[in-house]
């Protein structure tokens, strides 16, 4: 009863944050590219998206805004536990790639172009914040440049696991 109690209270919370940013409309809620499942916005994309000519990525973005007056477009990822992001955070070494590979994608996919990428810790664990990633040529670089690496270790087949320290724990 406690942790349904918890639920309702962080729903309440996250609804009003979703309502109080005037600026940002909700547009897709559960987009996907490349995936079959049912329950996914009903304008998603069958087919998965190629980006840069050379990397075909299938997803689900929790949440795409818009921004009207800018003709711009937000990627939401929601996260429900700690917020462990760091104000540099933008790939992550590879461990963050929801914000700007979804945003990659979408852009591709919907052509419309991202404004930025977010996790958004929509818990109380979480604090509800958000860590914004701009989707600029240096992010979209980052995430090409992660794409680039795991292609090389599929190829090469070398895959080596490199956890952070306690993560198996």
């Known amino acids: 009863r406690d942790e349904v109690d918890d639920l309702r209270r962080d729903l309440g919370i996250w609804v009003q944050k979703l309502a109080s940013d005037q ?5 897709y809620f559960e ?27 299938r997803g689900s973005v929790d949440l795409i805004e818009h921004r009207a007056d800018l003709d711009l477009l937000r ?12 104000p540099d955070l933008v790939v992550g070494g590879g461990a ?4 700007v590979l979804y945003s990659l994608a979408v852009e591709q996919g919907v052509e419309k172009k991202v404004f930025s990428g977010r996790f958004f810790y929509a818990t109380t ?10 989707i600029n040529d240096y992010t979209r670089g ?7 690496i795991i292609d090389r270790a599929v190829e090469t087949g070398f895959l080596p696991a490199a956890p952070s320290e306690r993560a198996c724990t």
Do not use: C, Y
């Not at 499942?37 to 075909?56: C, H, M, T, W």
């Not at 990822?77 to 700690?82: A, S």
């Open 23 to 27: 600026a940002w409309l909700p547009m």
């Open 31 to 57: 987009f996907s590219f490349g995936l079959s499942d049912a329950e996914r916005d009903s304008r998603s994309l069958p087919e998965p998206v190629l980006v840069d000519g050379r990397f075909l990525l």
């Open 75 to 86: 990627i939401t990822d929601h996260k429900t536990g700690k917020n462990r992001s760091n």
């Open 96 to 99: 963050a790639l929801q914000p």
């Open 125 to 134: 664990a979480g604090g509800f914040v958000e860590h914004e990633i701009p």
């Open 142 to 148: 980052q995430g090409l440049q992660v794409l680039e």
